[in-house]
Structures are given as structure tokens and as C-alpha cells.
Nanobody, 119 residues
Framework: QVQLVESGGGLVQPGGSLRLSCAAS????????MGWYRQAPGKQRELVAR????????DYGDSVRGRFTISKDGAKNTVVLQMNSLKPEDTAVYYC????????????WGQGTQVTVSS
């Protein structure tokens, strides 16, 4: 099992910045990707950003590319999502994700943290 503990989030004005962190513990040796997804009311959950735990390869959703940056701290098994130039449409619940990407395995999810962008 893998446990994911999220921190960060909150209310920010348009154009502002926020930082989300996710710390993983437990059976993390087989985790291939760690990252963030988000879900706004009435919409499907979508990829925000993810990073491979082995070599730091990153992948971003089209709507956040160039504004958000994901990074990892291997020593602390933590991924950080730096969100800049936030827009009202970034408002959503953000979920940390850890995925082994192995046949027959399931991904792990955090409890979610609310990000609200509003003036």
C-alpha cells in the first residue's frame, strides 16, 4: 500500500501562485509516476502534471503547460506542483496520484485539496 499526504491549496486571486506538495510513504518502490489530477464540479478528472520517479520525465495537461511546474524530491519521496499565473478555470479539487503502471495494479490517490482562484 501507498499513502499520499497532500498539503497546500487554498484561495488565490487570478494571476497569483500556489504550491501543492504530496508526500508518499509505504510501498513506493514500484511507483512509476507521481503527479496531480484535478476535478472541477460537473467535469471529469483530468491530468494536471506527472513526473517519473526514476528519471524525472514530466508530462503536463495542455491547459497548464507553461504555467505549472512539477518537481520531485527523491530523498523525501515528495512531489511539488508550483502553480503560477492562476486562472479562475484552474479552480478544482486537486488530487495527488501515484501509479505503478504495472499490469493488474491500481493507482493510489490522495484525499484531495481545494484550489479556488477568485477575486
Amino acid at each position: 500500500q501507498v499513502q499520499l499526504v497532500e498539503s497546500g491549496g487554498g484561495l488565490v486571486q487570478p494571476g497569483g501562485s500556489l504550491r501543492l506538495s504530496c508526500a508518499a510513504s509505504g510501498s513506493i518502490a514500484n511507483i512509476y509516476y507521481m503527479g496531480w489530477y484535478r476535478q472541477a464540479p460537473g467535469k471529469q478528472r483530468e491530468l494536471v502534471a506527472r513526473i517519473t520517479t526514476s528519471d524525472g520525465f514530466t508530462d503536463y495537461g495542455d491547459s497548464v503547460r507553461g504555467r505549472f511546474t512539477i518537481s520531485k524530491d527523491g530523498a523525501k519521496n515528495t512531489v511539488v506542483l508550483q502553480m503560477n499565473s492562476l486562472k479562475p478555470e484552474d479552480t478544482a479539487v486537486y488530487y495527488c496520484n501515484a501509479d505503478p503502471m504495472l499490469p493488474g495494479s491500481s493507482a493510489y490517490w490522495g484525499q484531495g485539496t481545494q484550489v479556488t482562484v477568485s477575486s
